[in-house]
C-alpha cells in the first residue's frame, strides 16, 4: 500500500508543478477552495483536470513499460536485462501478469481514463464556463478516453471497460471484460464527438488533443479494427478517408513533413509542424527517462542505462543509402567531455543502440538526473500518410494517391519513387515503410499483430538469433494477460484522492 500512497503525493508535487507554470492562466479568476463538490468553475480549472488526465501518459510508467511491451517483445529491439527476471519475460516472450511492464501502464491507461471520466462528468457543471468551451474540454477528455483504450485493447484484447468514475472499491473482483470489438466501437464514438468538438488549435500551449489529432487517431483506429483483430473489411475505406481528410487539410492544420528526418528527434525541435500529437516534457515536467534508457553504457560520464540494442539481422532491413538508418541507429558517440570517440566496441552491449531517444541537443547528458525535454510523439504526420496508404490500397488498389502519400516518406528518406506495384506487392512495399520509417517508436508490435505476421516474424528472428527461445512463440503471445483487477481500482482510487487535493492545494495557493 505504500507503494500507491508514494506515487499519490509524487503526483500531487507533478501536478503542482505544472499549475505553477501556468500561472498567468491560473490567475484568471479569483480561487475559492476547491473540492469534489464545486469543481471545477473557471476554465483554468477545467484545463487543471485535463492537464491532470495527461499527467498520466507523461510518465516514465507509460513511455519505459510501453517500450518493453511493443519493441522489446519483437525483432526490432533487445533488452539488455541481466538479472532482471520481469525484463527478461519480456525478452523471450515468457511473461505473466504481475510483470511490472504490464501492470504498471496498465495502472496509468485505467488512471488516465477515470480522470477522464470525471472530467466528462463535472466540466458539464462548471459554472463560469460557456457551453462551446465546456464541450470544447469533454472532447478533450474523450479523446484522453478513447486513446487509453485503444493501447488497452490492442495489448490486452478483452479489457474492462468504464465510462464512470469508480466510486466503489470495493467491487474489483466482480467486473467483467468487454469484448475487444464492443470496446472499439466505443473508442470510435469518442473519437466521432472529439473530431467534432476539439478546436483546430488551442490558444495555448502544445499538447492538447486537436481535430487534426482526433481525426489521425480515428484513422488508425479504423485501420487496426480492418486488420486481425477484429477483422472488418468496411475499415479500409474508412481509415482511408479519414486519413485523407487530415492530409487534405494538412495546411489549415497547420501540420507538415519535417524536411530533415534525423531533426524530428532534437530536443530543440520538439515542437515541429509533423507532429500531430506528442507528449512534451519540457522544463523538467514528468519522468522521460528515454534518454538514458536508450544509450549505452560503458562511454563514460556520458553513460546511460543501455536497456535496448538492436541485432544486425533487423539493421538489415534498412538500405545503406535510406537515411532514416543513420538516424535510427546509435553506431559512434562523440563525448563533449573528453572528445573521445566510442563507438559499438565500445558500448556495454557491443551492439547498435536506438538514436532517435539518445537526448539530443543537450549540453551535459547527466543534468537533472538524466531526465530529458526530448517529447515523444504518439501521431506523426508521417503515420497519417502510411495509414492513407495502407487503406487506400487495400480499399481500391494502388491508386495514384496512395503512391504519392508513401512516397513522400521515400523521398525525404533518400529512397526511390515506388510504382508498378500490384496490390500484394505494394501491400508488402508498404508494411516495409511502416517499419523502417517508425522503428523504436513503440509501433512495431501492434502492427505486426494486426497484420497478422507476428508469430512468423518472431520465430525468425529466434531461430536465428536466440534459438532456444523459439519454443516460446505460441499464440498466446500475440496479447498480453491483464493485471488484477485490483490494481486498476487502487491507482483510479489514488487519482480521485490526488485530483482533489492538487486542485485544493493550487486554489489556496493562488
Not at 97 to 115: R, T
Not at 241 to 253: G, L, M, P, W
Request: net charge negative; hydrophobic share 40%; aromatic share 12%.
Amino acid at each position: 500500500m505504500k507503494t500507491y500512497i508514494y506515487k499519490a503525493v509524487a503526483g500531487v508535487c507533478s501536478l503542482m508543478l505544472l499549475m505553477s507554470s501556468c500561472e498567468s492562466f491560473l490567475s484568471e479568476e479569483p480561487k475559492d477552495f476547491l473540492s469534489p463538490e464545486n469543481l471545477p468553475n473557471t476554465e483554468a480549472e477545467c484545463n487543471m483536470l485535463l492537464m491532470g488526465s495527461l499527467s498520466y501518459w507523461r510518465s516514465n510508467n507509460f513511455e519505459r513499460h510501453i517500450n518493453f511491451i511493443a519493441e522489446a517483445t519483437t525483432d526490432a529491439v533487445v533488452s539488455a536485462t541481466a538479472n532482471n527476471v520481469a525484463r527478461d519475460e519480456m525478452n523471450s516472450l515468457t511473461w505473466q501478469s504481475d510483470n511490472e511492464s504490464l501492470y504498471k501502464p496498465w495502472q496509468q491507461f485505467y488512471a488516465c481514463i477515470n480522470a477522464s471520466n470525471i472530467m466528462i462528468e463535472k466540466v458539464p457543471n462548471a459554472s463560469k464556463v460557456s457551453d462551446e468551451v465546456k464541450t470544447r474540454y469533454v472532447a478533450a477528455a474523450r479523446y484522453m478516453r478513447a486513446m487509453s483504450y485503444f493501447y488497452l485493447v490492442r495489448i490486452f484484447n478483452d479489457v474492462i471497460y468504464l465510462d464512470t468514475p469508480v466510486n466503489d472499491f470495493t467491487s474489483a473482483n466482480n467486473m467483467t471484460k468487454t469484448p475487444a470489438k464492443e470496446i472499439y466501437n466505443k473508442i470510435v464514438e469518442d473519437l466521432e464527438y472529439a473530431e467534432a468538438n476539439l478546436p483546430v488549435k488551442w490558444d495555448s500551449g502544445t499538447e492538447r488533443p486537436t481535430v487534426a489529432a482526433a481525426k489521425s487517431l480515428l484513422s488508425w483506429v479504423y485501420i487496426t479494427m480492418a486488420g486481425e483483430q477484429v477483422k472488418d473489411n468496411t475499415m479500409w475505406a474508412k481509415a482511408a478517408s479519414k486519413a485523407k481528410e487530415v492530409i487534405d487539410n494538412a495546411a489549415t492544420y497547420g501540420i507538415k513533413l519535417e524536411e530533415n528526418y534525423a531533426d524530428l528527434w532534437l530536443v530543440n525541435n520538439r515542437y515541429n509542424k509533423e507532429s500531430i500529437f506528442a507528449l512534451n516534457f519540457a522544463d523538467g515536467l514528468g519522468d522521460n527517462q528515454c534518454g538514458a534508457e536508450w544509450r549505452p553504457t560503458s562511454i563514460g560520464s556520458e553513460s546511460g542505462w543501455g536497456f535496448f540494442y538492436t541485432k544486425q539481422s533487423y539493421i538489415d532491413k534498412f538500405d545503406d543509402k535510406d537515411k532514416r538508418k543513420a538516424a535510427t541507429f546509435l553506431t559512434e558517440i562523440v563525448s563533449t567531455v573528453d572528445n573521445k570517440t566510442y563507438t559499438t566496441e565500445n558500448f556495454g552491449s557491443p551492439y547498435p543502440h536506438g538514436k532517435k531517444w539518445c537526448d539530443g541537443g543537450r549540453e551535459n547528458f547527466s543534468q537533472r538526473n538524466k531526465r530529458t525535454d526530448m517529447y515523444i510523439p504518439i501521431i506523426r504526420y508521417a503515420d497519417v500518410l502510411l495509414i492513407f496508404a495502407e487503406a487506400e490500397n487495400e480499399a481500391n488498389g494502388p491508386t495514384a494517391a496512395a503512391y504519392d502519400a508513401v512516397n513522400q516518406l521515400r523521398v525525404r528518406a533518400g529512397l526511390d519513387n515506388l510504382s508498378g506495384l500490384s496490390k500484394e506487392t505494394f501491400r508488402q512495399a508498404i508494411q516495409k515503410e511502416w517499419t523502417l520509417e517508425t522503428t523504436h517508436e513503440r509501433i512495431y508490435r501492434f502492427n505486426l499483430v494486426r497484420w497478422g505476421t507476428y508469430l512468423t516474424v518472431m520465430k525468425e528472428y529466434f531461430q536465428k538469433n536466440f534459438p532456444e527461445k523459439v519454443k516460446n512463440v505460441t499464440e498466446e503471445r500475440l496479447y498480453f494477460p491483464c493485471p488484477e483487477h485490483v490494481m486498476l481500482l487502487l491507482n483510479c482510487r489514488f487519482f480521485s484522492v490526488r485530483v482533489w487535493h492538487v486542485c485544493s492545494l493550487v486554489g489556496w495557493l493562488c
